[in-house]
């Protein structure tokens, strides 16, 4: 049997049983869903999709698949085109696999809420809408999965409707993204007009493409992966359940920007401008992201900002020109993130909502589980030997710090992976070790298996990816095989400084000394300042500027030329005009009737 006819059939089994639960209810009103049954049709899902990844790991099968054509113009044809190539079939099962530990958790997190089966239905769109994007060879299916994901996140976020926060939170999310959707709308366009097609297999081949359409996939990836400038929303997401939290900062929502760029790489692999771009865009969201870390008290807000600033590294490793070495740090990062989600929503669901980790404190004791996985997980993310982030992490401050490329972006990413480390060993400081700071009634219970299984399972992942995925995803630029023992010990000394750093002040914490107000700290505790400054102060000067406009220019001028002062004008003209001609000299009344003659002739010829 042909192998590309397996692939075929296994990668569209894989589709056809996630829309299951969802096609189920519409055929008939006596099939009903339910959390379990959602959950184990991911399982089943996940492990159908081994088998594809299996056959392209051992034969590097890929395939293209076109199934129908849309010819609403007569030289400009839409088909659905699928494409089973080395990122979809790696992909599938890590969302899959993510996805299932997610919602099994979701089953004890909302356990209590009534609407946990249409909950279940929302996180299965966002996943298909995922999933969607990543295997589409056309971007207009693309794009139906791009809108997908955002639409789902706005339902998602908000979930918590009677919260004004978690409503503030969706909208936000969805301005930005729309911002980010206007520069793929207008690449779309221009690659409609001037290429004649949205094949991504066509596009492929070596084109020169102006720098302005390109910028509209940068701005793209900007909003929907969160960079610097866009990147407000994400933070601000939090306020959705920490199931959301988790599924949209793995391995859905935020990389799909990230996985555009991977999929449309060949338009600018030879545009230096867009690639510094992106590498100067990466730095400095890694960076501010890692900064704002430092001083966050709430436990989901800190996760959040480590989200963006890994983000910043995968932008980075674009503009290194390395998508391959992007997409192993996206299948890496995907099972710690979700992983510490998990337990920080465990953390979260045990202390009654309490999410303030000055407010936490000795939990090692009394939830060991969640804990021992917690430590795993920030681990992972500061880059620790052997576990999964170390893997993609070190190859990228590896290639940065080898590459003839800016040494401001290089600095920029050396200080944001030691704030890593900064703000994750806080964060365990504060809420493992240490006295306890919890109310002395608050409820422990991790013994339900649906909280432990889906994090050791994910832990697992964590230690064991990294090394399992470096096997098969290599880079195609050969790496630099030869190099000196600083530049290959570089992210591990950062990170050995930022530990240093961190328990140094963890120390200058437990002596209770008052730190002094300082710009760096409120800065950082501030959010760069930048939330004021887009959300308070630029919006209060547009309204007030809009304002004056209309007051001043519009509503004045009316009133002077149409309304009373123009018709009071208009009157008093006439009346001048009238008391010329009636002011009792010959001069005016000779005057008028020459003019009067004057006007007769004139008519009469």
């Known amino acids: ?72 113009l007569m030289n400009f044809k839409i088909p659905i085109s699928l494409k089973m190539d080395f990122y979809s079939l790696t992909f599938f099962p890590i969302a899959l696999f993510v996805s299932w530990s997610i919602l099994q958790f979701a089953t004890w997190y909302m356990a209590s809420d009534p609407y946990i089966t249409k909950f279940f239905t929302y996180l ?7 999933l969607i994007l990543i295997i589409a060879n056309n971007l207009f299916i693309l794009f139906i999965g791009w809108e997908g994901v955002g639409i789902m996140s706005f339902l998602l976020i908000s979930w918590w409707h009677g919260r004004a926060e978690a409503n503030t939170a969706a909208l936000q999310a969805v301005l930005y993204n729309r911002i980010g959707d206007v520069g793929l709308i207008l690449c779309m366009a221009w690659l409609a007009s001037a290429m004649n097609t ?93 900064t704002c870390a430092l001083t966050q008290n709430d436990i ?3 996760i959040a900002f480590s989200t963006s600033s890994q983000l910043g590294l995968m932008m980075v490793t674009i503009g290194l020109n390395l998508p391959e070495l992007a997409f192993l740090h996206i299948s890496t990062h995907a099972f710690f993130k979700a992983m510490l989600f998990l337990c920080s929503g465990s953390i979260i669901h045990s202390l009654n909502g309490e999410q303030d980790i000055r407010k936490m404190g000795g939990l090692q004791k009394m939830l060991p589980t969640t804990t ?39 600095t920029l990413t050396l200080l944001a992976t030691s704030f890593t480390a900064v703000y994750t060993i806080r964060m365990t400081a504060l809420v493992q070790t240490g006295f306890v700071r919890i109310p002395p009634l608050t409820p422990m219970n991790e013994n339900n298996p649906s909280v432990t299984s889906p994090i050791t399972r994910l832990a697992l992942g964590s230690i064991m990816a990294g090394f399992l995925l470096t096997s098969f995803i290599t880079p195609t630029k050969t790496p630099p095989m030869t190099m000196p023992l600083s530049i290959k010990m570089t992210a591990l000394i950062v990170t050995a400084l930022g530990i240093a750093l961190a328990l140094e002040i963890s120390k200058m914490a437990q002596a209770h000394i008052l730190t002094k107000q300082a710009p760096f700290s409120n800065f950082s505790a501030s959010l760069g300042y930048f939330n004021p400054l887009a959300h308070r102060l630029s919006t209060a000067n547009f309204l007030s500027a809009g304002q004056n406009i209309a007051s001043h220019l519009i509503d004045l001028s009316w009133y002077k030329t ?36 004057l006007i007769i002739l004139m008519s009469s010829y």
């Open 372 to 410: 021992a996985c917690l430590t795993i997980g920030n681990l992972a993310l500061m880059g620790t030997p052997f576990l999964a982030g170390f893997y993609s992490k070190d190859q990228i401050i590896e290639s940065l710090s080898t590459s003839y490329l800016n040494a401001w972006a290089l």
């Open 1 to 72: 049997m042909d192998l590309s006819l397996i692939l075929n059939t296994f990668m569209l089994l894989t589709l056809a049983v996630l829309s299951t639960p969802i096609l189920y209810p519409l055929l008939s009103n006596n099939l009903k869903n339910n959390p379990s049954t959602i959950t184990n049709t991911v399982k089943t899902s996940f492990l159908i999709s081994l088998v594809p990844m299996t056959i392209h790991i051992y034969s590097g099968m890929e395939s293209l698949t076109s199934f129908w054509e849309w010819k609403f």
């Open 300 to 302: 989901k807000k800190i």
């Open 198 to 290: 949205w094949e991504i297999q066509q596009l492929s081949t070596p084109h020169q493409i102006p720098t302005l359409p390109l910028l509209g996939l940068v701005l793209a990836a900007t909003g929907k992966s969160a960079q610097f400038g866009l990147h407000p929303w994400l933070p601000a997401a939090m306020e959705g359940p920490t199931p959301v939290s988790a599924l949209l900062h793995s391995s859905t929502m935020v990389v799909a920007g990230i996985f555009l760029l991977i999929r449309t790489h060949p338009l600018f692999s030879d545009n230096q401008t867009v690639l510094t771009l992106c590498l100067c865009l990466g730095a400095l969201s890694t960076l501010f992201a890692a």
């Open 562 to 597: 149409m309304g009373p002062e123009g018709l009071a004008h208009l009157q008093q003209m006439a009346a001048k005009s009238s008391t010329l001609l009636h002011s009792g000299l010959i001069k005016a009344y000779l005057g008028s009737f020459a003019l009067s003659i």
């Open 124 to 130: 299965l769109f966002f996943l298909i809408a995922m």
